[in-house]
C-alpha cells in the first residue's frame, strides 16, 4: 500500500529523499516543493515523474517558478490550496519530529556502546572483587533500562507520526478527489478533464502513441429540461453519464464538459475503436426506455451525438477541442443520435 512507503522509519528516509531534491536545486523549502519530490521519489503521480525527468533530461532549471508550475499543474486547485499548504505543513512537522526523536536514539544508542565498551575493557583488563562487578552490573543495568525506554519511546513517536501522516494523506486525496469531481454525476469535472488532456496530449507527443478525443452531447435537452423540470434532466445526466463510464476502458477518462455536454478522453486508443466504443454507447442509450422517477411516466427516448478527433502531432489542445467539436456540430446539423470522426468530415469534403 501506499501508505506503507511513509510509515514510521521507512516514511522519515522518503521525507529525507524529497527534502535532499529540494537541497540539491536550491530550492526554497515550502510546502509545495516537498509535495512536488514526495510524490517524485514515491512514484505517486507517474505524469509528474515523467515531466520532472524530461526537464532534467533537456537541462532546464528546476527553479521555484517551475516548481510552481508543476505543483499547479499536478495538484492545485482554488478549492484545495488552503487546504494543501496547512496539510503539508502539519506533515512536514512530523516528519521533524519523528527525525528528531530518530537523532535522539542515535545519540541513546552511542552512549550505551560507550558504556558498553567499558564495561568490557574493565572485565577483561582486571581481576574485580564482589564489589567492583556490582558497580560493573549496576552501570550495564542503568544503561540498558535508558536504552529500552530511549526505544519504547522512540517506537510511540513513530508510531504516532504514522498515523497522523496516514490521516492527513487520507484526508488530502479526498479533498483532491471532491474538488476535481462532478457533483451531479460522480465522473470528472472540467478541471480534470483540462489536466488530464494536458497530460495525455504530452504522452501522445512523447511516446508518439494514439490518443482520441470524445465529445457528445444529448439531443434536444433545452426542450427536455423545460418539458420535464431539471430534476428529471438531472437523471437523464447521470443516466448518460453511468452509460459513458461503463462502454469507457480502464484507463479512458470520462468527463462533465459542461452542462448536457460530456467528453471521454481515450489514450492508445485508435480512431476506428473511439468511434467503435462510441457508437456502443450511443446504441444502449438510444435503446434504453427511461421512466420519470417521481411519477413512473415514459420520458420517451434519449439520444446523444458526439464528435470523435484523433490527436495528430504538432497540433495544440485547443486545435484537437476543436477538431472534436466540429464534429459533434457535424453530427447534431446530419440529423443528431450518430458519431461523426475526423476523417468522415475530410473524406465528405474531398
Same mark, same amino acid.
Given at each position: 500500500m501506499i501508505i506503507d512507503e511513509i510509515r514510521g522509519s521507512k516514511g522519515v528516509l522518503v521525507g529525507h529523499r524529497a527534502i535532499d531534491r529540494i537541497g540539491e536545486f536550491n530550492l526554497t523549502a515550502t510546502p509545495q516543493n516537498y509535495e512536488v519530490w514526495l510524490h517524485y521519489v514515491t512514484g505517486w503521480t507517474p505524469d509528474l515523474v515523467k515531466a520532472v525527468d524530461k526537464s532534467i533530461a533537456k537541462g532546464e532549471a528546476l527553479s521555484d517558478v517551475r516548481m510552481e508550475e508543476l505543483h499547479e499543474k499536478y495538484f492545485s486547485s482554488t478549492q484545495l490550496s488552503t487546504h494543501v499548504v496547512e496539510t503539508g505543513n502539519r506533515i512536514a512537522r512530523e516528519i521533524a519530529d519523528a527525525i528528531d526523536a530518530l537523532k535522539s536514539a542515535s545519540n541513546t544508542t552511542e552512549q550505551y556502546g560507550a558504556t558498553l565498551q567499558t564495561a568490557s575493557n574493565t572485565l577483561s583488563s582486571n581481576v574485580l572483587s564482589g564489589e567492583a562487578l556490582k558497580r560493573v552490573a549496576s552501570v550495564l543495568s542503568t544503561a540498558t533500562n535508558e536504552m529500552a525506554a530511549q526505544n519504547e519511546t522512540l517506537n510511540t513517536r513513530l508510531k504516532q507520526s504514522s498515523r497522523e501522516i496516514e490521516t492527513l494523506r487520507a484526508s488530502l486525496q479526498a479533498a483532491r478527489a471532491e474538488a476535481l469531481t462532478d457533483g451531479l454525476t460522480g465522473i470528472a469535472n472540467r478541471k480534470l478533464f483540462d489536466e488530464t488532456l494536458r497530460n495525455r496530449v504530452l504522452e501522445a507527443e512523447t511516446d508518439e502513441s494514439e490518443l482520441c478525443l470524445v465529445l457528445c452531447d444529448i439531443d434536444h435537452f433545452k426542450s427536455f429540461n423545460d418539458r420535464w423540470g431539471h430534476q428529471t434532466g438531472d437523471q437523464v445526466i447521470r443516466f448518460v453519464a453511468g452509460s459513458l463510464s461503463t462502454h469507457a476502458l480502464p484507463d479512458h477518462l470520462v468527463a *462533465?464538459?459542461?452542462? @448536457?455536454?460530456?467528453?471521454?478522453?481515450?489514450?492508445?486508443?485508435?480512431?476506428?475503436?473511439?468511434?467503435?466504443?462510441?457508437?456502443?454507447? *450511443?446504441?444502449?442509450? @438510444?435503446?434504453k426506455k427511461l421512466m420519470r422517477r417521481s411519477t413512473n411516466e415514459p420520458l420517451g427516448q434519449i439520444t446523444v451525438s458526439f464528435g470523435v478527433a484523433e490527436f495528430r502531432a504538432g497540433e495544440s489542445i485547443s486545435q484537437l477541442i476543436e477538431r472534436s467539436d466540429t464534429c459533434l456540430y457535424d453530427s447534431k446539423h446530419a440529423g443528431r443520435n450518430r458519431v461523426t470522426s475526423d476523417v468522415q468530415i475530410e473524406s465528405n469534403a474531398a
Open positions: *462533465r464538459y459542461g452542462g @448536457e455536454e460530456f467528453a471521454i478522453i481515450m489514450p492508445r486508443t485508435s480512431l476506428k475503436t473511439a468511434v467503435q466504443i462510441s457508437n456502443s454507447i *450511443r446504441s444502449t442509450i @438510444e435503446n
